[in-house]
């Protein structure tokens, strides 16, 4: 069973005054097939955590591990966690002039399998993954991400998803800037992967509307760099009614 663990993980980012640590000792645990919810206010340190175990050089881990089915995962270039199963859609994805979603996608696929896929199977399954994803048959010969509108960019990230299946994909904001169509049709894909039951699912996101697509086991409240409370689905109802408020203190208070 393939299982990320995340154990009293602090993170820093330099800055003009000096180091900043964000992430004040992380404790989290997403197991196969598991779907687990980060919710917190702007700020918190929701997305250091997805870049931070992605390995972005912009973050320092100061202290605490990150293993992969027991590997430690912070001893890997960023390839190499790729490769080991870890995913990330990020909030703003980059652009990649001159190099097509086509090329893109199966260049993954190779480098994760370790030998390319059956050209004749593979453009099968790209085609039917775009067909779920009602993407234009056109956008396969586009640059990758290149004049993609924000919803484009995010159907793109959960086609790389579908496609190659990771152990666990960690989502920053998937919904950020969607609108109610492309959400329903973003989320099904999401839906599709965990249905197979083999890819834990780490969600990251400021409001409830993605959850009542993607319905959650576990949500995380997020505040201040740490988790401060967790709980089943209701918790996010919760958050839904009470906002963040009342969680602002009690950070402190920990701290």
Same mark, same amino acid.
Request: without cysteine; hydrophobic residues 40%.
């Given at each position: 069973?393939?299982?990320?663990?995340?154990?009293?993980?602090?993170?820093?980012?330099?800055?003009?005054?000096?180091?900043?640590?964000?992430?004040?000792?992380?404790?989290?645990?997403?197991?196969?097939?598991?779907?687990?919810?980060?919710?917190?206010?702007?700020?918190?340190?929701?997305?250091?955590?997805?870049?931070?175990?992605?390995?972005?050089?912009?973050?320092?881990?100061?202290?605490?591990?990150?293993?992969? %089915?027991?590997?430690?995962?912070?001893?890997?270039?960023?390839?190499?966690?790729?490769?080991?199963?870890?995913?990330?859609?990020?909030?703003?994805?980059?652009?990649?002039?001159?190099?097509?979603?086509?090329?893109?996608?199966?260049?993954?696929?190779?480098?994760?399998?370790?030998?390319?896929?059956?050209?004749?199977?593979?453009?099968?399954?790209?085609?039917?993954?775009?067909?779920?994803?009602?993407?234009?048959?056109?956008?396969?010969?586009?640059?990758?991400?290149?004049?993609?509108?924000?919803?484009?960019?995010? *159907?793109?990230?959960?086609?790389?998803?579908?496609?190659?299946?990771?152990?666990?994909?960690?989502?920053?904001?998937? %919904?950020?800037?969607?609108?109610?169509?492309?959400?329903?049709?973003?989320?099904?894909?999401?839906?599709?992967?965990?249905?197979?039951?083999?890819?834990?699912?780490?969600?990251?996101?400021?409001?409830?509307?993605?959850?009542?697509?993607?319905?959650?086991?576990?949500?995380?409240?997020?505040?201040?760099? *740490?988790?401060?409370?967790?709980?089943?689905?209701?918790?996010?109802?919760?958050?839904?009614?009470?906002?963040?408020? *009342?969680?602002?203190?009690?950070?402190?208070?920990?701290?």
């Amino acid at each position: 069973m393939a299982t990320l663990e995340i154990r009293n993980l602090h993170v820093t980012v330099e800055t003009d005054a000096g180091p900043r640590e964000i992430l004040r000792g992380v404790d989290l645990t997403v197991r196969e097939g598991e779907t687990h919810a980060i919710m917190g206010p702007n700020g918190s340190g929701k997305s250091t955590l997805a870049y931070s175990i992605a390995g972005h050089p912009k973050y320092t881990i100061t202290a605490g591990s990150v293993t992969l %089915d027991g590997v430690d995962v912070l001893a890997m270039t960023v390839d190499e966690r790729a490769r080991a199963g870890l995913f990330l859609a990020m909030q703003y994805p980059v652009e990649v002039p001159g190099v097509s979603v086509t090329n893109f996608l199966r260049s993954a696929k190779t480098a994760i399998d370790g030998e390319a896929p059956k050209l004749r199977t593979w453009v099968k399954d790209v085609k039917a993954a775009m067909d779920r994803l009602s993407v234009d048959a056109s956008f396969a010969e586009r640059s990758v991400n290149e004049g993609f509108s924000g919803g484009e960019k995010k *159907r793109h990230e959960i086609l790389q998803l579908e496609l190659l299946q990771p152990k666990v994909a960690i989502l920053d904001e998937t %919904d950020s800037g969607l609108d109610i169509d492309a959400l329903k049709i973003v989320s099904a894909g999401v839906n599709r992967v965990r249905a197979g039951g083999d890819t834990g699912v780490l969600l990251i996101t400021h409001y409830t509307r993605i959850l009542r697509y993607i319905q959650p086991d576990f949500v995380h409240v997020f505040v201040d760099g *740490r988790i401060v409370e967790e709980g089943g689905p209701e918790l996010a109802e919760q958050l839904e009614a009470g906002g963040y408020e *009342r969680y602002l203190g009690k950070a402190a208070t920990s701290a």
